[in-house]
């Protein structure tokens, strides 16, 4: 996954605002990757040039040698708000892409049985999202976006909203699911204790969208959340955001 001199800006009333000015990153197959940076340096329009919701002002975005020019059932996406369809059950919300793509009623109901179980709401496979709390509307995003077989999955804060217990669940639960499948995974996070915990490199980003920190984590998961490694990159992001957290 490759982001080659990438510049985007939305129109202004005068002139034009660059959310990211000529940014250039590769992302290897099998990463995890945490984006962290201050509100409105562009890190969810990152991801969401990744997808291939937004078109790049000047520059490309590759990912398997193919120039991204629009979204991907390749390029899961796992958003901050709860975004199931709300006249679905679970499993049809699992199912929707599937059945967008034509894929038999058998297949769709193997594939959603195996996520579902996955990430744990076997049991709600037919509740509504009105019946659900809000992990598990996160965990159902998951099972969705992970139905479509993705070779990477873009997560914009997607824990965010959630209490400190329910987050750090989701987080076991993701991990776990990277673990098991390998798969490259872009995570939006302000939480720089969360990106420690997950990522196995860490990305800082400034205005413009900068990079100003790029760090590899290597230390074995589960990752405990004292100790001088977990210190010194808390304190060293901590400084490359300008001392400024949000827990």
């Known amino acids: 996954m490759d982001c080659r001199g990438v510049t985007f800006g939305y129109a202004a009333s005068v002139g ?3 959310i990211i000015f000529n ?6 197959n099998g990463e995890f990757v945490c984006v962290l940076g201050q509100s409105g ?3 969810t329009t990152l991801l969401c040039l990744i997808a291939g919701f937004l078109r790049p002002t000047s520059g490309d975005i590759v990912v398997e040698g193919q120039r991204v020019r629009g979204p991907d059932p390749q390029r899961g996406m796992v958003f901050q708000e709860y975004s199931l ?3 679905l059950t679970t499993r049809g919300n699992v199912e929707f892409g599937l059945r967008m793509r034509g894929v038999s009623r ?9 996520y579902l179980e996955l990430v744990g709401l076997g049991q709600a496979a037919g509740n509504y999202p009105f019946q659900l709390s809000g992990g598990m509307k996160q965990r159902a995003a998951i099972a969705r976006a992970l139905a479509a077989n993705p070779r990477a999955l873009l997560m914009d804060e997607p824990f965010a909203a959630l209490d400190a217990m329910t987050r750090a669940h989701l987080q076991e639960q993701l991990l776990a699911i990277y673990r098991q499948a390998r ?4 995570f ?3 939480n720089i204790a969360e990106a420690i915990s997950l ?5 800082v980003l400034g205005q413009g969208g900068q990079i100003i920190e790029d760090l590899p984590v290597t230390s074995d998961y589960p990752r405990s959340r004292t100790g001088p490694e977990f210190n010194e990159l808390y304190n060293r992001l901590g400084t490359a955001l300008g001392a400024r957290q949000i827990e």
């Open 199 to 203: 990522a196995t490199r860490i990305i």
């Open 183 to 186: 798969m490259t995974i872009v």
């Open 23 to 28: 940014l250039s990153l590769t992302i290897k």
């Open 85 to 87: 369809f709300p006249w």
């Open 16 to 18: 034009a605002k660059s």
């Open 41 to 43: 340096c562009g890190k």
């Open 188 to 190: 939006v996070t302000h």
């Open 106 to 114: 058998s297949e769709r109901r193997a594939t959603s049985d195996r």
